[in-house]
DNA sequence: GATGAATGAGGGTTCATTCAT
DNA sequence: AATGAATGAACCCTCATTCAT
């Protein structure tokens, strides 16, 4: 099984070791979406240009527009891209013989990593975006929904097997998923506005597996 | 003491009662921050035009510029405000005569339901904005991470009584309050993702304070 | 008799000394035009602005429009203004007893001088104006060209007593009026572009006496 | 040899003759600062707007973009080719073989005409601007700066071989040579005052080269 | 009469999108 | 298929002018 941060790089490497171009090249498309993510990711939508991205992607401007109907249609993809790469990883990580505590501590591990190598909590950064009226972002809106709902279905899944096998207590397993993610959020966000002190993994986890009360 | 979401009226609501006017009024003032601030929150930096703004606030568009140098500087400004009088807020709690879990219970309550009434959760997204560079970002960075201190300084008080009062356990304040104001916008993000099912804020903060873990 | 340095102060210096104000001040109207010279000599008309005026002379910007129409007007006015006061000390020295050379050598001194002291060759960026179209400068043009050859007029008298006198030679003595003018002007250019070495007005003198050529 | 007025027409002409376009024109460039040039010396920098350069020149606004940084930019491009050009010209009647006299004779008929076909002293304008202070000006004054110690050079050459050649007497070359450009203004200027006397243009250079005093 | 806050038309500049090559 | 020059709508900001006090 590859990890999370193995999956992604594809997606944050350039891959110019193409064969035989000169066809309407599969490649080009990825290569595109792989630089747009990276920028979208910390520019936002609006300070990105689509000259950033087709420059990055050593494309012309022009070429941008045989792959994706407009900018906001590449956002759109390069966000689902995203989620499907995520997703996978997650599906992959549900299904190895672990505790499921454990699942979660490598989800959350690689996750982080993974974030803070984009300099971009993205995934969050752009569930934010649904909060955004627009045109564009309300074309986003209902894609993301259904892949943050297969995201936290996957995660409340794994809540849910640990419950059973009382590795959890008794709780909705979805609000449980959320609040997951958010903590793995967490985790970027302080290492991003202290940069120095690298948060420990281990305390934030500690923190949402055991929560901040004392015991009795 | 006021709570939250009465402190927080006097940006959200117009005032037009007052007296005389005409004399550079500091009302306009303030009547363009309140606008400011929700069309901001909803449609994020890029999106809003200074235009939306004057017009939301009845004003002409040269008149704005009149009480703002500009519209990052105005951006500014509704950050400041905004953070400012949520930091009152906290102050005003740490202060009450309440455990200190009954404490980051109200704020978390108040907090949540601002959120949801602002359709935003603009103060967490401003710390995500904190991450996009750009000339204008670049400027509200440093600000934003002065009020930033603070809130997680306050947050992090309230902690650290609560662990010499054996509420809760030893575990580096900072960390927690930053994880406790993700908790917060959890709250918010979940209702504002899936509007029907209003997120439980009960079985949020218990998942905060008594972990996901199952006691032995 | 006052020399032209003299005449034109009042129009380069402040006089706060007006005793009774609180009466539709006559001296209003005199402060507006003395500082708009300066302003519009020294930045042009358009980059001029309203409110620059009314604060060098120290009233409101509405207050300035009770004395004149537009800005256009008042650009007008400045200049009728200056050309009256030029005109009015051309006369004085085209009066006095002493020989037309001598007579020009003044003229040319002073009013060297006072555009140095100004800081702008305002009197001829004026004329300069004249080609610029525009509606307001086509305003400007015919109520310029009248002052423009009044002053042609005069120092073309001058020259024709010159003529009569046996000092000059016989030329036509419009065109040697506007060749004095520019004569003027050449003076003042040189200083402006090149401050280190003050033109030596002499020698630019004795060019337009006695020309170029070797005399034979 | 060209003379001036057929090496200026390559400003002031379309050349719509070229065969192949596409591929970052360089006649657009051209056509643009043609252009410019035209409605700059009319209308002044401030009083002309991008639109209308981009209109006459038959192309979009956003199109000036391409070849321009901004307006100042352009502004700057419009005077340093028009120097250029004027220096080209200026070099090349310097090396004819005609008396110094002559050369100066030719070069203020040619200057003239060329001014009064552009209906501006442009020429001369611009270096009136020079004295107008503003965040544009600044930038352009040093460059003009530059061309006109060339050009003041190249004519103050001229006059020194006459004056060894004893066509002219001993006096500071650079100076006359500034009075001798000034004298071309006049030209143009009363011309452009009182356009149907058109000036004798003999009569101005006799009294350059003479100058008023009788001789005795 | 005097004020200066308010106005809004106008201009410079950016950038997503198109289309001729 | 790929290009990138050209386009023009949209947006920020300025400033002459007005008008309620």
Redesign the interface.
Known sequence: MTDWSVRINHLTKNCPKNKKMRTKDKNIKEKIIENALKIFA??????TTVDDIAQAAGIAKGTLYLYFKDKASLYVNVIEEHFKVGIKYLNEVQKEKMTN?AKLQKIADNWIDYMIRL???FF??S????????KIMKAVKPIM?VY?EKIVDIIARI?EQ?IKA????K??PR??A??????I??GF??T??TPKRF??KK??L??????????R
């Open positions: 910390q520019e936002g939508f609006f300070k505590t300099k971009s909590s969050m950064f569930m934010e975006n649904v909060n955004l009226s627009s929904n943050l809540i640990g009382r590795e959890f207590r709780i909705e609000i449980a959320v609040h997951f993610l958010n903590t959020r967490t966000f302080v991003f506005i948060i420990d305390i934030l500690d923190l949402f597996f055991k929560g901040l009360k004392q015991r």
